[in-house]
């Protein structure tokens, strides 16, 4: 198994879609690299971050705040509003 395998495993694996063969062959490259652990679980951590924030929707006051941080137009022309 090279890099790019073991990230296109480990997408699947964040969406629980492993096979126990390709399960077992990930285990095995990550026990060989341990340097990828990190970026694993980097990538679980956002992927869990991501979970929490499904059910969230942001107050209608965000966009303005965002917009005007950012100084792109506000209203719903604006490409950002259509975002929130």
């Not at 063969?21 to 980097?42: C, G, Q, S, V």
């Not at 951590?45 to 917009?67: K, R």
């Not at 941080?69 to 604006?78: K, Y």
Request: proline share 5%.
């Amino acid at each position: 198994m090279n890099i790019e395998k073991a990230r296109e495993l480990i997408t699947h694996r964040l969406n629980d879609e492993l096979t126990e063969e390709e399960t077992r062959e990930l285990n095995e490259y990550i026990t060989a690299h341990p340097e990828f652990k990190e970026e694993i679980d980097m990538l679980e951590a956002i992927w869990n971050s991501l979970d929490l924030l499904a059910g969230e929707t942001a107050a209608p006051e965000m966009g303005d705040e965002l917009e005007r941080a950012l100084g792109t137009p506000r209203g719903p022309d604006s490409t950002l509003y259509h975002y929130i």
